[in-house]
């Protein structure tokens, strides 16, 4: 019988085989880097994204290589100056801020003056509707086009300047009711004004169009303003924007 015991207890001793099952557990130890992978998605940034940086938020509009893009989309509508950066860092990457979002500063009624850097070149819509206490604004050398009713409502603005020669478009309503507007001065570069553009800027005297481009006047684009408007035009193009005008309702004094 001892013998039996004895080959039964040399038995029991490939229960020590079984810890070979122990070398499983270091798999555990492979969880514990689990937790780094989650902070991997937040590092991800897509176009359209909504970012916030120093409280300021930023529209992706761009995540291709060497042209990463943003648009400013806001900050406070209690802010009463606001200076818009020409880069803004986004988990450790440079983004371009290359245009300002539809509707950024919409209703920021206590603002009354904004930079805004060269590195933009679109003014979205609605961008300043009823920003009610801005006095002025320089749009810089590179903006291209401004968009439906960007300045809409802005009535006390009393100055527009266009800091340089790109853009093409000014749309619809984009300076409608600016009812404190007394000049403007439209580039040569422009080649569309829409519908509206300047309507009920009551204010409104001096008006020159300095280029030669302009193929599209929209309705009533300069109508409702000063009785004693007059808008002056390249003597070369003189009769060709007299009959856009006279087409878009203007009845006033062209020379």
Do not use: H, W
């Amino acid at each position: 019988a001892l013998p039996i015991c004895s080959s039964g207890g040399t038995t029991e001793k490939p229960t020590d085989p079984e810890k070979p099952a122990d070398p499983e557990k270091p798999t555990d130890p492979e969880k514990p880097t689990n937790p780094e992978t989650p902070d991997e998605p937040t590092e991800t940034v897509k176009k359209g994204d909504i970012q916030k940086v120093d409280g300021i938020k930023y529209q992706v509009t761009s995540v291709s290589k060497g042209k990463k893009a943003v648009a400013y989309a806001g900050s406070s509508k209690t802010a009463k100056k606001v200076t818009i950066p020409t880069s803004v860092n986004i988990n450790g990457t440079k983004y371009q801020v290359t245009s300002i979002a539809d509707n950024a500063m919409s209703g920021y009624s206590k603002l009354t003056s904004v930079t805004i850097p060269s590195s933009v070149t679109k003014i979205g819509k609605n961008a300043f509707k009823n920003c009610t206490g801005l006095k002025s604004v320089t749009l810089p050398k590179n903006v291209t086009s401004v968009g439906t009713n960007a300045f809409y409502n802005c009535k006390k603005l009393t100055a527009v300047k266009f800091a340089g020669t790109k853009i093409t478009k000014i749309g619809d309503g984009a300076f409608q009711k600016c009812a404190a507007l007394k000049s403007v001065v439209v580039p040569k570069s422009v080649k569309e004004i829409g519908k509206n553009a300047f309507k009920d800027c009551r204010k409104l005297t001096k008006i020159t169009l300095k280029g030669t481009k302009i193929a599209k006047i929209g309705k009533n684009a300069f109508a409702n303003m000063a009785k004693t408007v007059t808008i002056s035009v390249p003597n070369s193009k003189k009769a060709a924007y007299k009959k856009l005008l006279k087409k878009a309702g203007y009845k006033q004094l062209v020379k």
